[in-house]
């Protein structure tokens, strides 16, 4: 390892302190795929952590019935308020106007609608294709749980679901860190059979 630059944290300094990057127990390293990842130090080894996204939406599948009706109504995984789009199209709840919601009796509504509306009943009404299958876009943020390695560090990448460019703020334990003006440490610390390594030039 040393020959790579990097040395044996136990031989340098205690475990807990050899883990932060300039004083810093959030930090971010740069991947060799130009993405960042964040470190999250002096963490207990196997300890779970929640790391919260603010700018995360969430999905969920919605029908259309027979007479091509989506109906939405709170619930408690996805409340209006948090309604971003259906099948991609956004929702503006405020400029929907509010009209009664007809009967669908053999595939015909008892009174026709041809856009978008809501009750007074609080639900959101998207009209669509019948009998066919959408997504539905929450905002509201989301919750990840990642776990501390054998190190005590826990390493926080990207993925599909969670992609920095559209979540540059994550909050951890009630502080919220920006990924882009976290501190960058170079080359990354590394967790090998439970022994940690850092950077020389640390």
Avoid: H
């Avoid at 930090?27 to 603010?54: C, D, F, H, W």
């Avoid at 599948?61 to 109906?71: F, P, S």
């Amino acid at each position: 390892m040393a020959g790579i630059g990097l040395v044996a944290a136990a031989a340098i300094a205690p475990i807990a302190s050899a883990q932060m990057y300039s004083s810093n127990t959030v930090y971010k390293v740069m991947r060799s795929n130009g993405s960042a990842q964040v470190i999250v130090a002096n963490r207990t080894p196997g300890e779970r952590l929640t790391i919260s996204y603010p700018g995360a939406t969430s999905t969920r599948r919605v029908t259309a019935n027979a007479c091509g009706l989506v109906v939405l109504r709170d619930g408690a995984s996805s409340s209006l308020a948090d309604l971003v789009s259906v099948d991609g199209a956004p929702i503006n709840q405020a400029a929907l106007p509010t009209q009664l919601l007809p009967r669908c009796v053999n595939g015909n509504l008892e009174e026709p609608r041809a856009a978008n509306f809501k009750t007074g009943a609080g639900e959101v009404v998207i009209v669509k294709t019948p009998n066919t299958v959408y997504e539905a876009a929450y905002g509201g943020g989301r919750d990840r749980n990642v776990t501390a390695n054998a190190c005590g560090f826990a390493a926080i990448s990207e993925s599909s679901a969670y992609p920095w460019a559209s979540n540059p703020t994550i909050v951890i334990g009630g502080t919220t860190y920006t990924v882009a003006t976290l501190p960058t440490a170079n080359p990354e610390p590394l967790c090998r059979s439970g022994q940690l390594y850092t950077p020389a030039s640390w």
